[in-house]
């Protein structure tokens, strides 16, 4: 299986809404990532998981919670977020040796 | 600050012409090197990975890398119109960082 899969594909919420974004992969990749991504904009690394422990957070407000339950799972939970977050959020993943990283189809979010 | 510049276009190139996309890189410790292609609302897809200096060739797709120049490229050789779309050139030391992104435009 070369995939990455996300749900929801598209998220409407409220600015007090609590949401989660859901990511599987089960490539045998130890390395996950979120990134945001906003339109004619590159992907912005969000979070970064290896060996299901977080490595790498790139000063995320904490409105935005990741959580990686198992070796197969990523979860960003969304909680008080702003209009200004709607975006494309993006999951990835790789081996932890390089960074080769496939990526799922994205989560269209958008915040009113 | 590790940066990775791409001319952010759009190319425009005829069909069955070859599209020569350019990417350079700050980071001398860079050791990966990516390309993504990526539809209009769409995720970005791998379609080339390169790690080591010269090319790499994949169907109609070659990486070139020129690790003394800082340099990496992507021809795509007779274009057709399915390839019109972003392409992001990707950098990676300890993380990865995406440049800008080309938009490319194949003329039918």
């Given amino acids: 299986d070369t995939e990455v899969t996300q749900t929801p594909k598209h998220l409407v919420m409220g600015m007090t809404n609590k949401k989660s974004l859901k990511c599987e992969q089960h490539m045998g990749h130890r390395a996950m990532y979120w990134y945001k991504q906003k339109a004619k904009k590159p992907p912005e690394l969000m979070f970064v998981y290896s060996y299901e422990k977080l490595s790498i957070n790139e000063s995320v407000p904490s409105r935005f919670s990741p959580e990686c339950p198992n070796s197969s799972l990523l979860n960003l939970h969304l909680h008080a977020l702003q209009p200004e977050d709607s975006a494309l ?18 989560t269209r979010l958008t915040v009113l | 600050q590790k940066e990775v510049e791409q001319n952010s276009g759009p190319l425009s190139v005829p069909e069955g012409a070859i599209a020569s996309l350019n990417c350079t890189y700050s980071d001398r410790g ?29 169907g109609r797709f070659t990486a070139q890398l020129n690790k003394a120049s800082q340099y990496v490229s992507l021809l795509i050789r007779d274009s ?11 950098v990676s030391h ?5 440049g800008k992104g080309t938009r490319l435009h194949i003329l039918p």
Avoid: H
């Avoid at chain 1, 959020?89 to 994205?106: M, T």
């Avoid at chain 2, 300890?94 to 995406?98: E, N, R, S």
């Fill in chain 1, 89 to 106: 959020y993006l999951c990835a993943s790789s081996q932890v040796a390089n960074n080769e990283q496939f990526f799922g189809p994205g």
């Fill in chain 2, 30 to 58: 860079s050791q990966s090197f990516f390309w993504y292609r990526q539809y209009s609302g769409k995720s970005p897809e791998l379609i080339m990975s390169i790690y080591s200096n010269g090319d790499k060739e994949d």
């Fill in chain 2, 80 to 90: 057709q119109p399915s390839d019109s779309a972003t392409y992001l050139c990707a």
């Fill in chain 2, 94 to 98: 300890d993380k990865i960082i995406f």
